[in-house]
């Protein structure tokens, strides 16, 4: 059985404009010690998505349907009470921005100990012994001083190690890490990544990784899944994603890539803005950005299915297989070549 | 945190020092001859006049005036005395202080009561029923004039009904000796209900739509969400979490509003014919007394700054990035 099986999720957000669809039929699982990246634009859903599996969407106006299992049980029609035990404890949870959040009147102390005494009937003093121990983990100079400082007292990097060392503090089985680098410098970004492969391996969590960084991705991600406009595009291996791309717009993404082989004055990007989620485009919700767009796109919405060649590789494309492997093998190519 | 209690000490001395100077000046250059009132005003006699301008020193400069001023309230801690009725200006003011601080606590404590509780409640149920009712109570409340709801109050409760006493003030430590007046802890405080609910349906109107305000700010807060993802339950989310921090403005606008409460209590005091500062110093503005309305404006301002230094102090114990800068 999965870890965490999630089945035709969606997730509607009730505004006075209409109905945002801001997850609409997204399954996935996610196995033991698995790491699975999640990569879209901004407002692809791949946020709520986390959000929703965690219970931590507003209340109010959201409408959540489908299923997330963990460990068999479905968390969307969980008790609160049963939530909040997972949460923290089975599965927690790291954010983009580490500067907003931690809370800036409590000590980094407080906010570890609060973490494990929530799940764990122990002494403040064992507590905190634990607390210094994970501070340490996650690589914090001088930890025994630091563990009394304030949130404001630490660097960006510091406090998003700070917030790695909350979420794994009670050795939880999933770690989801909502854009753990967005918000970082590029050094500090490549450090937090080690850390967290580093971790993994030390305490055996899987990881859903969101990022809109094809990079990001290749350096930790077993499996990926490519979402646009509150859907899945493409599902497959990272091997098999970098290798043999299948959707047009997992092309777009790594053609806008900056390459240092490549000699080309400007980036390639993808053409447009993402569509708007209160009336996404009809058929292929793709198609007005797509420069392979067929008359088919436009009326008929491609389903996720396996490629004719591999059945474990996932997407939605009207395209013909010869295309899919003619441009994939110019993005691989190109790649290859440096 | 050393540093940060000097300096707001060193303010504090040249707000006092500003404060006094301002007061002064509008005073004695106000049109009206502190000589002549001390002589009986309108009918006063010349030589009067003359001898009051050498012994009240008003033939002497200005800044000399202020001076001798500033160094009897400082030195000699005195406020002077009455011009009219010869009355030491401290002791006035030690008569009407304690009346004026049970309206201004008693009510600070009753609206922040009001506030934190609607507040808070209908924060974390916008657009309920009780955030509804709420709502107009807070647009009645700092629509409505204080002397019109005492008036009303005082009417209602204290008239009509016969709930509470229509006016007055009963000493908390007992009446004075034979004078036949209401006293002890029970008859203040039964006394000061309708005062105490006139003066702070105002500030708590105001504090109930701050409070709302703020914590629902603090609840999209993404730290909120981490106490959240750490699985922390709701009631230790609100208080740990929420509170703490939608509090930090309440206890800044709480000190500066003590002052304005002060202000604030002029009315109050004269609809309910309580003896505190405001009243005495319209009373003494009547007839014109100098002395005694100085007094109360230095002795008020004193105050205020030294409230406002507590709440400084307050706000840096629970800000720790206000305490370490």
């Known amino acids: 059985m999965a870890l965490l099986e999630v089945k035709d999720l969606r997730t509607y957000f009730h505004t006075d404009d209409g109905v945002v669809k801001a997850v609409d039929g997204v399954d996935f699982s996610v196995e033991k010690g698995q790491t699975l990246g999640i990569v879209g634009e901004s407002g692809s859903g791949k946020s709520v998505t986390n959000l929703t599996i965690m219970g931590l969407n507003p209340k109010r106006n959201t409408v959540s349907s489908g299923e997330a299992l963990w460990k068999g049980e479905d968390l969307l029609t969980a008790k609160p009470s049963k939530l909040r035990d997972i949460r923290g404890n ?249 | 945190m050393f540093r940060y209690l000097i300096r707001r000490l060193l303010w504090a001395i040249l707000l006092f020092i500003v404060i006094t100077f301002v007061t002064f000046v509008v005073f004695f250059m106000a049109p009206s001859n502190p000589a002549r009132g001390y002589c009986g005003g309108e009918n006063a006699k010349p030589e009067c006049i003359k001898l009051a301008t050498e012994k009240l020193g008003l033939d002497q400069p200005l800044p000399i005036q202020y001076l001798k001023f500033l160094k009897r309230i400082v030195v000699d801690q005195s406020l002077g005395t009455s011009y009219f009725t010869g009355q030491d200006v401290n002791e006035a003011i030690a008569q009407a202080a304690p009346v004026t601080a049970s309206l201004v606590f008693g009510g600070a404590i009753l609206w922040m009561m009001i506030g934190l509780v609607v507040g808070v409640f209908s924060a974390l149920k916008p657009r309920s029923l009780l955030d509804r009712v709420a709502m107009v109570f807070v647009l009645i409340g700092v629509s409505a004039h204080p002397v019109w709801i005492g008036l009303i109050f005082s009417y209602f409760f204290g008239f009509r009904w016969g709930i509470t006493p229509i006016a007055n003030y009963a000493n908390f430590f007992g009446a004075p000796e034979g004078s ?103 009373l003494a503005i009547n007839v014109n007394d100098l002395a005694i309305v100085q007094g109360v404006v230095v002795f008020s301002t004193l105050a205020i700054i030294f409230f406002n230094l507590v709440v400084d102090l307050l706000y840096a114990w629970i800000d720790p990035r206000i305490r370490l800068t």
């Open chain 1, 90 to 338: 089975e599965i927690s949870m790291i954010f983009q921005d580490p500067m907003t959040s931690l809370n800036p009147v409590h000590t980094i102390g407080q906010q570890l100990v609060e973490a494990i005494q929530i799940h764990r009937d122990v002494s403040k003093r064992v507590a905190r012994a634990r607390a210094l121990e994970l501070l340490k983990a996650v690589g914090i100079p001088r930890a025994e001083g630091r563990i009394d400082d304030y949130p404001h007292q630490f660097s960006g990097g510091m406090r998003q190690r700070v917030m790695i060392a909350m979420a794994l503090i009670n050795d939880p089985d999933l770690l989801i890490a909502d854009e753990p680098t967005t918000a970082l410098d590029v050094t500090t970004q490549a450090q937090i990544l080690a850390l967290m492969k580093r971790l993994q391996e030390d305490f055996g969590s899987a990881i859903i990784m969101v990022t809109h960084d094809l990079g990001v991705i290749a350096e930790i991600a077993d499996d990926v899944l490519v979402m646009y406009a509150a859907k899945i595009v493409e599902h497959a291996n990272v091997y098999d994603l970098f290798n043999r791309p299948q959707h047009p717009y997992t092309w777009g993404l790594m053609g806008s890539l900056p390459r240092l082989d490549a000699d080309a004055e400007r980036l390639t990007q993808i053409p447009g803005q993402p569509p708007s989620l209160l009336r996404p485009p009809s058929g292929c919700r793709f198609h007005p950005r797509c420069p392979y767009v067929m008359e088919v796109c436009k009326t008929t919405e491609p389903r996720l299915e396996p490629s004719q060649r591999d059945s474990n590789h996932l997407q939605a494309c009207h395209l013909d297989e010869e295309t899919k492997d003619r441009e994939a093998a110019k993005l691989t190519h190109m790649a290859e070549v440096s």
């Open chain 2, 180 to 282: 036949g007046l209401p006293g002890g802890p029970w008859q203040w405080f039964y006394h000061m209900i309708l005062p105490w609910c006139t003066f702070a349906i105002l500030f708590a109107a105001l504090y109930v739509r701050m409070i709302r305000a703020n914590v629902m700010e603090t609840m999209n807060e993404d730290y909120v969400r981490t106490a959240r993802a750490k699985g922390a339950p709701e009631r230790s989310v609100l208080t740990k979490h929420v509170l703490r921090n939608a509090m930090l403005p309440v206890v800044t606008m709480l000190g500066m509003d003590i002052g304005l409460a002060l202000g604030g209590a002029i009315f109050t005091e004269t609809v309910y014919q309580l003896p505190g500062l405001g009243r005495t110093a319209i």
